[in-house]
């Protein structure tokens, strides 16, 4: 044996004992950088100096210096693997959430709905009291529902009133996200006969740019009622009725003539303006009245889109923003407030 090969079982035999003194993955990984790791470690040093030996001496030092790295380097494995799942349970168990402990909090507060989701709950049951059922439709829906049933045809120049966000699927602006709820009105008509009393409340998509009043992602509710006999006198009282149980007495409700191509005749729906009463304010845009929604008589051709014989039955539709219902409500002056995400004015309402 010569002593090049008595080193070498020397920084085996020691390296060995780090190994399997290493406490940590990190720790083990710098004793095999020391060992086995490169030009600098012990045996790459030992390994360099088999130039000064004959030969024979040298292939015997040589061999034992491979056989000394191939058993630290099995060690090191063996080590790395047992390690590494003692961490990943030590990681568990710290990571481990207590789903049954009680926190006590002396102030400890309760959340709520937003006032939005508040709004059209309210909505929904101030209807479902006068007897309309509540309905719903998909938030992407084609171009066929949001727009030509609702008689606008293809480059119909009355799509320009909404601006669409389009989504990539199918044919090009084929699938969209839908402007406003309208387009459930043509699903409830298509899925049960007259008579019809149904609201159906919703999220909106359109290009605005958000201000005071208008965002990109808004809801409305929209009401229609099929049925024989129904005249714009009552949808007039609908409104009328809507607007004292919500809003109370204090604020005021007109009807403008209006043009929507689904309805005819159609109308605005505005309320006075809270902020100003009246008399003219950012809010309102100085014309002291806060426009809500627009309504009509349902259009014959709508009827025909959705199988139902115009000769036999009439009916009204309408749509209100249920952000801006919400903000009349609660004297909010700006609806981007909504999205802010400030717990100070969420925890208001
Ligand atoms: C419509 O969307 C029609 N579908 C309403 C309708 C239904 C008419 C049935 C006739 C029959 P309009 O684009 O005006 O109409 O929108 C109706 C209401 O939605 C607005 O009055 C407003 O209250 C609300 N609204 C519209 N755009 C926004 C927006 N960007 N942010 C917040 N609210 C909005």
């Given at each position: ?22 406490r ?9 950088q020391e ?17 000064q030996?004959?030969?024979e ?7 034992s ?16 693997e047992?390690?590494?799942a003692?961490?990943r ?8 959430l ?5 926190i ?5 507060t309760?959340?709520?709905r ?9 909505l ?19 171009d ?6 609702l008689?606008?045809?293809?480059a ?32 409830v ?11 159906a ?11 005071a ?7 409305q ?12 006198g ?21 009807l ?11 109308a605005e ?18 014309s ?25 039955y009439?009916?009204f539709?309408?749509g ?9 409500r ?8 909504f ?5 100070r ?5």
């Amino acid at each position: 044996m010569t002593a090049l090969a008595d080193e070498v079982a020397a920084v085996e035999a020691d390296g060995l004992g780090r190994v399997a003194a290493a406490r940590s993955v990190a720790e083990l990984r710098l004793v095999e950088q020391e060992l086995v790791g490169g030009k600098r470690s012990a045996l790459a040093l030992l390994n360099s100096r088999l130039g000064q030996l004959d030969v024979e001496e040298r292939k015997e030092a040589g061999r034992s210096i491979n056989a000394a790295r191939s058993r630290v380097q099995a060690a090191v494995a063996d080590r790395a693997e047992k390690l590494a799942a003692g961490e990943r349970a030590a990681r568990i168990e710290a990571e481990r959430l207590d789903l049954t402990e009680v926190i006590e909090r002396r102030h400890a507060t309760r959340g709520h709905r937003h006032l939005v989701t508040q709004a059209r709950d309210e909505l929904e049951d101030l209807f479902v009291a006068m007897g309309y059922e509540v309905a719903e439709g998909p938030e992407v829906e084609t171009d066929w529902y949001n727009f030509e049933a609702l008689n606008m045809p293809p480059a119909h120049p009355a799509r320009s009133m909404w601006d669409t966000l389009y989504v990539r699927l199918g044919a090009a602006e084929s699938t969209l996200l839908r402007t406003h709820t309208s387009p459930v009105q043509i699903r409830v008509m298509q899925s049960q006969p007259p008579p019809i009393y149904i609201v159906a409340p919703g999220r909106c998509y359109r290009r605005d740019t958000p201000d005071a009043r208008h965002l990109p992602v808004f809801h409305q509710i929209e009401g229609l009622v099929v049925d024989r006999g129904i005249t714009f006198g009552d949808l007039a009282g609908t409104i009328e009725a809507f607007t004292s149980a919500y809003f109370g007495p204090n604020i005021h409700s007109r009807l403008r003539p209006s043009f929507f191509p689904f309805t005819e005749p159609s109308a605005e729906f505005e309320v006075s303006c809270i902020f100003c009463e009246g008399r003219g304010c950012r809010v309102c845009s100085q014309s002291g009245w806060i426009e809500l929604g627009g309504c009509g008589m349902v259009d014959p051709n709508v009827f025909a889109a959705a199988g139902i014989d115009p000769e036999e039955y009439s009916g009204f539709a309408f749509g209100f923003g249920i952000d801006r219902c919400a903000m009349m409500r609660h004297d909010i002056d700006d609806i981007r407030h909504f999205i802010a995400n400030d717990i100070r004015f969420l925890e208001q309402f």
